[in-house]
């Protein structure tokens, strides 16, 4: 089966860059993912990473080390609109399916 | 471009009614097609998911169920909800496990 852990909340102030973490145990490996929910909304897709070293789109990055089973979500100047939960998810070794974490509650403050 | 469709956006049923939530996609053949369900503050929780008509894999059982009569068109039921069965459902497509796109949810009150 699949597990992830990521911290529950990540408190940050505007303009500020806050990393949040997420630790895997899979019994195969796909990709591990990042979404972004609002209050009350569905989760849109943020970043893949497939292989290890960091992505980046825009002001969002994603790193991910396949040795380690660890990944991280780095968000840089941060704007309130970024008060969000998000998600770290798995993807399994058939490809057919995610496994999601808890998901991080991030609020960025004035 | 792809869209998914899901609904209704709200739902509040009786413990003991049944139950049925229609998503369709529009836009691409033959997806992977999955329901979420996440409860209050927590993560999304895999019900099921299908690789095509008819195909239905199951991770949690439970008093749910799924049918896929269409290829692009995902059905969940249920015959008699229980309060245990509140939460947001959620219909997703998605390839290779890349970018899934999430509908808009139904928000299900069991009372």
């Known amino acids: 089966g699949q597990s992830l852990e990521q911290p529950s909340e990540v408190t940050a102030v505007e303009g500020a860059i806050v990393q949040i973490n997420c630790t895997y145990q899979?019994?195969?490996?796909?990709?591990l993912s990042w979404y972004q929910q609002h209050d009350g909304g569905a989760p849109t897709f943020l970043s893949y990473n497939a292989l290890d070293g960091l992505e980046e789109t825009g002001r969002f990055s994603s790193f991910l080390s396949r040795s380690d089973s660890y990944g991280y979500l780095l968000l840089q100047e941060l704007q309130m609109k970024d008060s969000a939960s998000y998600f770290c998810?798995?993807?399994?070794?058939?490809?057919?399916?995610?496994?999601f974490g808890g998901g991080t509650r991030l609020m960025v403050k004035p | 471009s792809q869209t998914i469709h899901q609904w209704p956006a709200t739902l509040v049923q009786p413990v003991g009614s049944p139950l049925s939530l229609e998503c369709t996609v529009e836009g691409t053949s033959n997806p992977n097609l999955y329901w979420y369900r996440q409860a209050a503050g927590r993560g999304l929780q895999l019900l099921f998911y299908?690789?095509?008509?008819?195909?239905i894999s199951s991770e949690v059982p439970q008093n749910l169920s799924a049918s896929r009569p269409q290829d692009r068109q995902f059905i969940l039921s249920s015959k008699k909800l229980l309060l245990s069965d509140s939460g947001f459902y959620l219909c997703?497509?998605?390839?290779?496990?890349?970018?899934?796109?999430f509908g808009s949810g139904t928000r299900l009150t069991v009372v």
């Open positions: 299908s690789v095509g008509i008819g195909q």
């Open positions: 997703a497509w998605g390839e290779n496990n890349y970018g899934y796109t």
């Open positions: 998810a798995v993807g399994d070794n058939a490809g057919n399916m995610l496994t």
């Open positions: 899979t019994s195969g490996f796909y990709g």
